[in-house]
T-cell receptor
């Protein structure tokens, strides 16, 4: 069965801290790994990773994929209260029909 | 503007009732998805469709039904067979199954059983 596992499930940090969120997967016919941020309603897209070892960066956020370890990390440096959200990892793949499989998410709370 | 529109934003259902959630996209995307999200949880796949007139069950399809008669529309019916339907429902779309692109989401429908 295809699955995506995220850790930790929740995390509380103080402003200025650096956090690392983890995503591991077991998905047949892996195509891509995506990170989303969900604050209130619709998840918003952060990164898509398809190649191992190539870091993607956007401001204080960065992410990298390790296909050998079947995992990815999302780093957030100098956290701000506005980073508080659920961070979702999704993997595209899954047998003969390509589908998008999500993990349970990591709930990040950044305290002032 | 291109995007995905879900309606209604809030929906209340009585016990034993079927309700239908609407999802429309004007992005010309082939693939569409329905997810369910419970409080503090990630997204669980209900149904997905890669092309018109074809759809597949996701991980939690029991008690739900869908149709894909038009490319831009993928309505979800929550039937009375779904024992615990209170949740946040998200619809998404992506270009097609053969390309690695992100999925775009609607704003969601919050369904409550009363």
């Amino acid at each position: 069965e295809d699955k995506v596992v995220q850790s930790p499930l929740s995390l509380v940090v103080h402003e200025g801290d650096t956090v690392t969120l983890n995503c591991s997967y077991e998905v047949t016919n892996f195509r891509s790994l995506l990170w989303y941020k969900q604050e209130k309603k619709a998840p918003t897209f952060l990164f898509m990773l398809t190649s191992s070892g190539i870091e993607k960066k956007s401001g204080r956020l960065s992410s990298i994929l390790d296909k050998k370890e079947l995992s990815s990390i999302l780093n957030i440096t100098a956290t701000q209260t506005g980073d508080s959200a659920i961070y979702l990892c999704a993997v595209g793949g899954g047998g003969a029909t390509n589908k998008l499989i999500f993990g349970t998410g990591t709930l990040l709370a950044v305290q002032p | 503007d291109g995007g995905i529109t879900q309606s209604p934003k809030y929906l209340f259902r009585k016990e034993g009732q079927n309700v239908t959630l609407s999802c429309e996209q004007n992005l010309n995307h082939d693939a569409m998805y329905w997810y369910r999200q419970d409080p503090g949880q990630g997204l669980r796949l209900i149904y997905y469709s890669q092309i018109v007139n074809d759809f597949q069950k996701g991980d939690i399809a029991e008690g739900y039904s869908v149709s894909r008669e038009k490319k831009e529309s993928f309505p979800l019916t929550v039937t009375s067979a779904q024992k615990n339907p209170t949740a946040f429902y998200l619809c998404a779309s992506s270009i097609n199954r053969d390309r690695n692109t992100e999925a775009f989401f609607g704003q969601g429908t919050r369904l409550t059983v009363v």
